[in-house]
């Protein structure tokens, strides 16, 4: 059990995904398993769909196109050839209400939120009391190719929809993509200890600030709807709102010149 300590209710669902790769698409004793070990109202909360990588539409093939098939790339190279010649999945989801407290024949497994790859017997030595850790369930990325020429690189998390909060992010020149990153994980850790940022809310962090975020697409492109938006972007908070950059806080983070005596 994680209880949460700075919990308020987000009105949000907490959106889970997890893609079991199979040696196969009998799955029933696997799952009767699972139900017993998990308990029938947790497994209940679950969603199970066997698929098959022939009749999904590319739905396999697109996820692995993107960060888990760069994560699958350093895994090892049977676990690769597992995956490359499955045919078989099973994507299992969950939409549950935001909550104060947590409780928690596969080839390979991968969270679809931050693409880590997980073995049958690195999953079963998961301990079920452990302590939480944002590392595990929440990664902050940084994107190799701006979105569009001139937007900045997007610096965000990825996960914290498993926990029925937007992820947080910035739009930065590359060379402060790693200064931003460590007040976004700040953020992020905030965010997964319960807490509710509003678009608009002041916040200061040290001498830093005043900063706030505002509701954006997942390509933090377009303003979205605050109640559903997927990302939340920082940005500079100006007496009359939110700034179209966070261009003050960029220069409060970089490292100041030191001065020197010419003689």
């Known amino acids: 059990m994680w209880t949460r300590p700075d919990f308020r209710p987000s009105g949000r669902r907490a959106r889970i995904e997890l893609v079991a790769v199979l040696d196969g698409a009998r799955v029933e004793d696997a799952l009767e398993r699972a139900r017993a070990e998990a308990g029938g109202a947790a497994f209940d909360a679950l969603d199970v769909d066997v698929c098959a990588r022939a009749t999904d ?7 692995l196109a993107g960060r888990a098939g760069m994560t699958l790339a350093a895994r090892d190279e ?3 050839h597992d ?3 499955s045919q078989w999945y099973a994507r299992v989801t969950a939409d ?17 939120a931050t693409a880590r790859w997980w073995t049958p017997d690195e999953l079963r030595a998961l301990a079920p009391d452990r302590a939480f850790s944002l590392d595990e369930h929440v990664q902050l990325v940084v994107e190799a190719v701006e979105r569009r020429p001139g937007a900045g690189h997007v610096v965000r998390s990825r996960g914290l929809g498993k926990l029925a909060r937007p992820d947080v992010g910035a739009r930065v020149p590359r060379r402060d993509a790693e200064r931003v990153c460590e007040l976004l994980r700040d953020v992020a850790r905030l965010a997964a200890d319960g807490a509710v940022l509003a678009p608009g809310d002041t916040l200061r962090a040290g001498e830093l600030g005043p900063f706030t975020f505002v509701p954006r697409t997942d390509d933090a ?8 938006a997927p990302l939340y972007e920082l940005r500079d908070l100006d007496p009359s709102g939110p700034a179209a950059t966070c261009d003050r806080l960029l220069t409060a983070l970089r490292p100041k010149p030191r001065l020197k005596v010419l003689k």
Do not use: F, K
């Open 221 to 228: 492109l377009a303003d979205a709807p605050a109640a559903d």
């Open 83 to 85: 995956v490359e010649r």
């Open 57 to 63: 539409g590319g739905r396999l093939a697109e996820l």
């Open 96 to 112: 549950v209400p935001d909550a104060a407290a947590l409780e928690g024949d596969l080839v390979l497994a991968v969270c679809a």
């Open 78 to 80: 049977a676990e690769r």
